[in-house]
């Protein structure tokens, strides 16, 4: 497609991909998302030495938390998928944590970066949006690898334990409205 349509893009034209902050790390259960962004990542960074002589810029845009469904379907997915995995007394937790998407930012933190990729005169290679997203890839840079994994380990571990004592607390809280009602 790209070779098809890189005429028309000669001399000025841009690429815009949309990836995520996922592109340039991972999570515990989350090694098929972080793949699928990885690749446009890369795709984008070969591209990008690939058209540079017709004059065509590739960005990419690395949306983090955003309102949107994805949270959920991905919650969805993990439980469909890991009912006879050895994985699944991990994922409900997880799944909890997935969907609860609170403060998530508005889809137009996308579009505005979207926008300034294709409207400034020299964008930049990356546009992260909006502070999660920096946040994330900024840590990823910035901690070796075992170290990385450490953190991850030990902040999957405790939104495990958060999440399983939240899940504890909410039942005891239905129990007692229930014990409320019957009387």
Do not use: C
Not at 20 to 28: A, D, I, K, Q, V
Not at 77 to 99: H, K, N
């Amino acid at each position: 497609l790209t070779q098809a349509l890189l005429p028309l893009l000669a001399d000025g034209g841009r690429i815009v991909n949309i990836s995520s902050m996922g592109g340039r790390g991972w999570t515990p259960l989350g090694g098929w998302y972080h793949a699928t962004k990885h690749s446009v990542e890369v795709l984008s960074d070969a591209m990008r030495v690939e058209v540079e002589p017709f004059g065509v810029k590739v960005v990419v845009v690395q949306p983090g938390r955003i309102e949107s469904e994805w949270s959920a379907t991905a919650a969805r997915t993990l439980r469909t998928s890991a009912t006879a995995s050895v994985y699944r007394d991990q994922v409900e937790p997880f799944a909890a944590l997935l969907e609860d998407y609170g403060g998530a930012a508005s889809p137009k933190v996308v579009t505005d970066a979207v926008l300034r990729a294709l409207s400034t005169p020299k964008p930049k290679r990356r546009y992260a949006t909006p502070a999660d997203a920096r946040v994330s890839i900024f840590l990823h840079w910035l901690l070796p690898d075992p170290r990385a994994a450490e953190l991850r380990r030990a902040l999957h571990n405790a939104r495990l334990t958060l999440t399983l004592l939240e899940g504890d607390r909410a039942r005891a809280e239905r129990e007692r409205i229930a014990t409320r009602s019957a009387r």
